[in-house]
């Protein structure tokens, strides 16, 4: 038992089953005389739900996890080229890669027994878009382990290719041409330099403040993201938390249901043999009544037959003696 083969197989369970899961394997790896192991495995996140459907896509359909990582790095390569066309072209493909992808990562978590709605295939296809702009991303989510939907916020603005279409193309220079820029550009640069030195001693005192007063507003957006990203962890511990409690209050009431279900089929076998037996009690009790009936019918006939002053011979068993007699 080694972590990565666990942890393959931890995040290829749904999310309701992980944490009982995970929790059999870390037992079964202190038992094995290994607590570092154990302690790893224990460790292991439960993936949200929006994360084990993602994962869910990697694990099934691996030819279109290939052609999604080379989309990524085509359209990555055609940005750091500024290549109008080819992001104009693969902005495209992008669009309809990631509807069709997020559609099969819901019909694959039907599948598996656990549908989900609109706003996890929403999750699902943001972390497909991070995945395409970020290298790093892709990397994550690869590996079919995910514990939270990925971000795209710092994904390929959607305004690229528009203004690259918009830019005009520049005529090609002749090489006289583009000595005479150059020149132009060095004194345009150069009258530049000596403008902004001016302009920077006459506006020093305000360029300060300015640069005070942005310090500032840096510093409080510091504090506000740290502030902010305090609560996002303290409010992710505490889904987490819950999501833990519910899955094992989900697996106790699916022992709770077998139980039930032991019992109820226990009752109605119970009823089933009261039954039986009750109606074969009825049947001897038949029995009885006409073996009684039909003793005493032969015993009459017997008597019948002796006629008066004759007597019959005793039945085995009988003395001929009337009770208590001597």
Known sequence: MD???????????????????????????????????????????????????????????????ESLLTLGEELRRAHRELDGPQLRKLARRQSEVIGALGRQARRLAAQAGRPVGESVQREVEETLHAVLADPEAAGEWAAGRLVKPLSSAFGF??????????????????????????????????????RGKAEEREDEPAHRRRLDEARRAARDAERNLRGCEAEARAAERKAEQAGDRVAVAEQRVRELR???????????????????ARDRARQTDRAVRQARRHAETTAAEAERLAGPGRTTRPLAGHTGRPPGGR
Do not use: M
Not at 14 to 40: H, I, M, N, S, Y
Not at 167 to 182: I, L, N, V
Not at 258 to 276: F, G, I, V
């Open 3 to 65: 972590l990565d083969a666990v942890a393959d197989e931890l995040y290829g369970l749904r999310p309701e089953d992980f944490v009982a899961a995970r929790d059999r394997r870390a037992l079964d790896a202190r038992k094995a005389g290994d607590p570092a192991l154990a302690k790893q495995i224990g460790a292991l996140r439960r993936p949200s739900l929006g994360a084990w459907v993602s994962n869910l896509l990697v694990r099934r359909q691996r030819e279109e996890v």
């Open 157 to 194: 603005p959607e305004t690229d290719a528009g203004v690259l279409e918009r830019r005009p193309a520049a005529p090609p220079a002749t090489g006289a041409k583009r000595r005479a820029e150059k020149e132009e550009e060095g004194a345009r640069g150069t009258a530049g330099r000596k």
């Open 258 to 276: 077998a139980e039930l279900r032991d019992a109820e089929e226990e009752q109605r076998q119970a009823r089933t043999d009261e039954q039986a």
